[in-house]
């Protein structure tokens, strides 16, 4: 999304849920100053402050980077892509986390599956289940999500 902002409660409305993005500024705006406006953005939203030198002296805050006034289009090109590699690469990381989140949900979803039909088929208790699944796995030297899907396939073709 691009947008123009005159106040920094506009930019914060437009920022809304967003999880990542960058927010190009100026010092000031009609009812902040950018130091402010930092602190209500979300940490993956990252700044670029366009300002005269004397107030880029004071800036120190993670996820701000600064370009001081008069500005050379070049630099300012060079930032914006180097901003927006970093987004993506944090986009990538935390799309790669929930999707191996997902995977680690379904892993142990088998497993407590697994376990319960052994359970009910060999009638055993949960612990004896589970070490029943580890010392097939050791034994045949197979992972255990590897055997548990072997052991939830072989009472599928049972029944």
Do not use: W
Request: proline fraction near 2%.
């Amino acid at each position: 999304m691009i947008a123009v902002c005159v106040t920094g409660a506009q930019v914060i409305q437009r920022l809304e849920g967003a999880e990542e993005g960058l927010v190009i500024c100026g010092y000031r705006y009609a009812d902040m100053i950018y130091s402010e406006l930092r602190e209500y953005l979300p940490k993956d939203i990252h700044m670029l402050l366009l300002a005269s030198q004397i107030y880029l002296e004071d800036c120190a805050y993670e996820n701000v980077s600064c370009l001081p006034m008069p500005l050379k289009a070049h630099d300012l090109v060079s930032k914006v892509r180097e901003h927006i590699r970093n987004i993506f690469l944090i986009h990538k990381k935390r799309k790669k986390r929930k999707t191996k989140a997902a995977e680690q949900e379904k892993e142990q979803k088998l497993i407590e599956e697994v376990k319960v039909l052994l359970m009910e088929n060999n009638r055993i208790s949960e612990e004896e289940a589970h070490c029943y699944l580890q010392q097939r796995s050791m034994n045949s030297g197979v992972g255990l999500i590897e055997m548990a899907k072997m052991i939830k396939e072989s009472f599928t073709y049972q029944n």
